[in-house]
């Protein structure tokens, strides 16, 4: 404890108070007291949660001002040899991470590797994994196989949802119907990177559904095919690829909170507008109306040489 009281006192209370007079407590102007206090949440590191679960809420007690909702302790990202050190030559900037790979991948990594229980690890080689397999692999070129589709088949236009789906369709629907309700009952845990995986399974999902459908197959006409296959052939198509869009624009608003830029370009290019889409319309499945696909999609993220990458941010970290 440091024998300076003053350094005390300026730990122990002024540090936490200036979030209320930040707000304008017991100034002229406390509008913003007012509608930002009590907090929803207060997001703190592990290294100062004494402070701010057992002396702040003293404080606040002792001013007859409400607690907040929720405090959130954070816990830290190593390395794989411990600490950051800038001995050690091992020290990493999250700016520098965003000049070279963007805001919505750097952010995608740093929520995706830091549970809520335990410490997260950085590593050159799975920043680069994650946005090869996760970004690139999964996301990526789930949009780009379904807008080149939907072009291919229906000139761009997303067919019309029919009301009759089959066997596969119903799973789909299922899953994601659950991907929904876990991914908010994760979310109201502060569990962000757990809700950022159930994301990622209903995209592993959705890409496993192009397999199981085989619209490739469902736009060939096959030998001898009477009028009531051929119908049933389309419809089946028409159904994919409405599932495919509805997917998208699920998984676009779900990712919002983390990835914003990425969210608004995969609804550019399946064809919705953002300003119509709310949390409530995430729900609604069968919402998609005269949407058309862009007329060449551009993939919104890019394979990257892993060898080159790691070695680039090895060298970032050293210096």
């Keep these: ?44 590191g592990k290294d100062i949660a004494r402070f701010h679960l057992i002396y702040w809420p003293i404080f606040l007690m002792a001013l007859d001002l409400p607690l907040p909702k929720t405090i959130l302790v954070h816990n830290w990202f190593m390395m794989k040899d411990g600490k950051m050190s800038k001995s050690k030559g091992n020290v990493i900037y999250p700016e520098q991470l965003m ?54 088949y229906f000139a761009g236009n997303v067919p019309q949802y029919n009301g009759t789906p089959n066997e596969v369709d119903e799973s789909l629907e299922s899953e994601a119907k659950q991907t929904i309700e876990t991914f908010e009952d994760l979310m109201n845990k502060y569990d962000i990177a757990n809700a950022i995986q159930s994301i990622w399974n209903f995209i592993s999902r959705t890409n496993k559904y192009i397999d199981e459908t085989q619209p490739w197959a469902l736009a060939k006409e096959a030998e001898n095919e009477t009028e009531e296959d051929k119908k049933n052939r389309e419809e089946k198509l028409k159904s994919a690829m409405y599932h495919l869009i509805a997917n998208l624009k699920q998984i ?13 370009q995969i609804l550019k290019q399946i064809g ?40 680039y941010i090895k060298n970032m970290m050293k210096k």
């Design 1 to 44: 404890m440091p024998s300076d009281p003053k350094h005390v006192i300026y730990v122990w209370l002024d540090a936490l108070t200036n979030y209320l007079t930040a707000l304008g407590y017991q100034s002229e102007n406390d509008e913003l007291l007012k509608k930002y206090w009590p907090a929803d949440v207060q997001i703190v």
């Design 99 to 152: 000049e070279k790979y963007g805001l919505d991948a750097t952010k995608y990594f740093l929520l995706r590797e830091i549970p809520v229980s335990t410490d997260g690890v950085f590593s050159p080689e799975e920043f680069i994994n994650r946005y090869n397999f996760d970004l690139c692999n999964d996301l990526s070129n789930l949009l780009n196989r379904t807008v080149s589709m939907v072009n291919k």
């Design 252 to 264: 676009a608003i779900m990712i919002k909170p983390f990835m914003e830029n990425t969210s608004e």
């Design 272 to 311: 919705i507008d953002s300003t119509n889409i709310n949390w409530e319309s995430l729900k609604d499945y069968k919402a998609i109306e005269n949407a058309k696909v862009i007329e060449k999609g551009e993939p919104i993220f890019m394979r990257l040489n892993q060898e080159e990458e790691i070695e």
